[in-house]
């Protein structure tokens, strides 16, 4: 078969007039659930951007990308806008699947911003992160449950792929830190419907505590099941990934005793917070898709991609790379900074609270409560 590669962009021009940055976001699978809010917050930051002058000199452009597809034909998508010379950067919210499928192809040749929480331990040349991991998200969340609810047995249930499963990988660690240990693992495929097989042996177990490492709209079936199960009755659930939309999707009636852990969460009450949702709000409407932290992501990482270019001066993705231990970067999450291509940021626990998120408490960059 033969490849077809899309064509350039209609505002593509060979004056350099534009920065074309290629937006990766889910608008399709399971993912698809936050993909709007996504785009909208990457929007919002590109036009942030702009009107503080653009980034050396030119207009910064998205261009999204369904992010929800196979990650090899996403990674030839974006490689094809590389080589056409439509785009000059890459950002987005996506699997690691994907990531892990594009960063080879592109993040040697233009800067690449990750904007997902991951599974850690990407090193590519050229890649750059704002996103959680498993050592500043999960493990404080997991040791503090151990602490306040007494939980000692853990349920692993996640999509079958790298992040789910190497994260579970870590929880084992975290849970014997604390006294306890992972009794049990299921990894379903993305776009899962019947979790009845899962949620027997969930019964069946000993389990205090299950640990959900669902993408999207699976979480979401897994939730309304769960609650139709009984199972909230003996097991609490903490999920890395739980945005607003999710809540929302999954209904109150499914979210008794479910917590959060994320670097972001629509309900804090700081002034940086509330700025973002006066922005987002007077830019798009009441009606707009619901902030989250999952869509605030984008928004970081078009902040960050432009740091990165305005602190290097240049499109060469070494020169970046040597300049990007300087920059920082103000956005809703306060004032960040790069330390070995991560940012490092604050991480908050919150518990559902009907359709929202009681923030409970937060950790510094070292996993200390604050």
Same mark, same amino acid.
């Given at each position: ?23 990766? %976001? ?17 929007? @919002? ?17 998205? @261009? ?33 699947? %994907? ?38 998200? *999960? ?19 996640? !999509? ?51 640990? /959900? ?9 897994? !939730? ?20 607003? !939309?999710?809540? /929302? ?8 005793? *479910? ?8 309900? @804090?009450? !700081? ?31 078009? @902040?960050? *991609? ?8 240049? *499109? ?55």
């Amino acid at each position: 078969m033969f490849r077809h590669d899309p064509p350039a962009p209609e505002w593509f021009t060979a004056d350099a007039s534009v920065l074309g940055v290629a937006l990766v %976001v889910p608008m399709q699978g399971p993912a698809g659930i936050f993909g709007p809010t996504c785009e909208l917050c990457a929007q @919002l930051a590109a036009e942030e951007v702009n009107r503080a002058g653009g980034v050396l000199g030119r207009e910064l452009r998205l @261009l999204p990308v369904d992010g929800g597809g196979s990650p090899r034909e996403i990674a030839d998508h974006v490689e094809a806008l590389v080589e056409l010379g439509a785009v000059q950067g890459v950002t987005g919210w996506h699997i690691s699947s %994907v990531r892990q499928a594009l960063a080879p192809r592109i993040a040697h040749r233009v800067p690449y911003v990750y904007t997902a929480l991951y599974e850690g331990g990407e090193h590519t040349a050229g890649v750059f992160l704002t996103s959680e991991t498993p050592r500043d998200q *999960l493990r404080p969340a997991m040791g503090l449950l151990a602490h306040e609810r007494a939980v000692r047995r853990w349920f692993v249930v996640g !999509n079958d792929y790298v992040w789910p499963r190497r994260t579970a990988r870590a929880a084992h660690g975290y849970a014997r830190e604390s006294g306890g240990a992972v009794d049990g693992e299921v990894y379903l495929p993305l776009g899962t419907h019947d979790f009845e097989p899962v949620l027997r042996r969930i019964e069946r177990s000993e389990a205090d505590a299950v640990l /959900m490492l669902l993408v999207g709209s699976d979480a979401v079936r897994f !939730n309304r099941a769960f609650a139709a199960y009984g199972l909230p009755a003996r097991c609490l659930r903490l999920s890395t990934l739980m945005d607003e !939309n999710m809540l /929302m999707a999954s209904g109150p009636s499914a979210t008794e005793d *479910l917590y959060s852990t994320a670097g972001f969460f629509a309900s @804090l009450a !700081n002034q940086d917070t509330l700025d973002f949702h006066g922005q987002y709000a007077g830019r798009y409407g009441v009606e707009a898709p619901a902030l989250g932290s999952l869509g605030e992501s984008c928004y970081e990482g078009v @902040l960050l *991609l432009a740091a990165l270019l305005r602190g290097a001066g240049t *499109l060469d993705v070494t020169a970046i790379g040597a300049a990007a231990g300087t920059v920082s970067y103000e956005g809703p999450r306060g004032l960040m900074h790069l330390r070995g291509r991560h940012v490092r940021q604050r991480i908050y626990l919150a518990r559902a609270d009907g359709l929202d998120f009681d923030v409970l408490t937060e950790f510094d960059p070292h996993g200390s409560r604050s």
